[in-house]
């Protein structure tokens, strides 16, 4: 795969207004549009390493969230519901209506709203398939790591305040695969577009997606059964936060949608190995189930 630098990647940055919020988005690719949505703390950089092979058959839309990357980064107003009209927003900006999702952590679960949106009939009405990555899909196999147990808590703003470059390495590595750690230079990638217009400092802010997950548990679980034949599961056996055990449950609780383990990455699959990853959605996208 030919992957873009960090610098091309930035340099092919596109930006709409949502709600007075400057947000960054890409395009790419021709075919069938695919949405692509990121996790917590990154941005839709996580996806440059497929994004040239998931290109040759599908139209790319993969934005920034609020909060994230090169998008505007506001002290307050998160919730994965305002997360999920900003797509909508999104693709109605740029006349996409028929389209699928590959989702992966925080991204989950705003593929999840979405998919409630359809069932209910209150929005998403364009959205087809969605292959999920790693993430918390269901709260009670969420494994929170210790950042994010003081993020959540009345002591939260220290996660801000205390997390450096370094900080951020150490934390961050622990959830790849001992084998598909991140090298310096990943890690400066990431970590330059989290402190981006100082975002290192809303980082808790950012956690409240963990509360939006339980609040909601039920409602999302609904969608996700009624969907078991659009839905699909890749998923990094060692991720300490949402991995064999995660797997294992979304096979028990949907079994008729589509799973896939790969046994020796953590919680990054799309960086940790992206051909696999790419191989696979592309498979269950391009294909009937």
Do not use: C
């Not at 622990?174 to 750690?181: A, H, L, R």
């Amino acid at each position: 795969m030919n992957a873009p630098t960090l610098t091309e990647w930035r340099g092919r940055a596109r930006y709409f207004d949502f709600d007075g919020k400057r947000i960054a988005y890409w395009q790419g690719g021709t075919g069938k549009p695919l949405l692509l949505v990121h996790g917590y703390p990154t941005a839709a950089w996580d996806w440059h390493l497929v994004w040239e092979t998931l290109g040759h058959s599908h139209a790319l839309i993969a934005p920034d969230m609020i909060g994230f990357g090169l998008s505007d980064k506001p002290r307050s107003g998160y919730s994965i519901h305002r997360q999920a009209d900003m797509h909508e927003a999104l693709l109605e900006h740029l006349g996409i209506g028929d389209h699928d999702a590959l989702v992966h952590d925080y991204g989950v679960s705003v593929g999840q709203e979405l998919l409630a949106r359809r069932a209910e009939g209150s929005g998403a009405a364009g959205l087809g398939k969605i292959v999920f990555l790693n993430g918390g899909i269901f709260p009670d196999q969420h494994r929170a790591r210790p950042i994010q147990k003081l993020g959540v808590s009345p002591l939260g703003f220290l996660v801000g305040l205390l997390t450096t470059r370094d900080k951020f390495g150490e934390s961050f590595s622990e959830v790849f695969g001992p084998d598909t750690q991140p090298s310096a230079q990943e890690l400066d990638e990431f970590w330059e577009l989290i402190s981006h217009n100082r975002g290192n400092r809303i980082m808790h802010k950012l956690l409240h997606y963990i509360s939006d997950r339980r609040t909601h548990a039920d409602r999302w679980f609904d969608a996700l059964k009624q969907a078991q034949g659009d839905i699909g599961l890749i998923n990094g056996a060692l991720d300490p936060v949402s991995g064999r055990h995660a797997y294992q449950a979304w096979r028990e609780r949907l079994p008729g949608a589509r799973h896939h383990l790969i046994e020796s990455v953590g919680h990054y699959p799309q960086v940790e190995a992206p051909e696999e990853v790419a191989r696979i959605a592309l498979e269950w996208l391009n294909n009937p189930a």
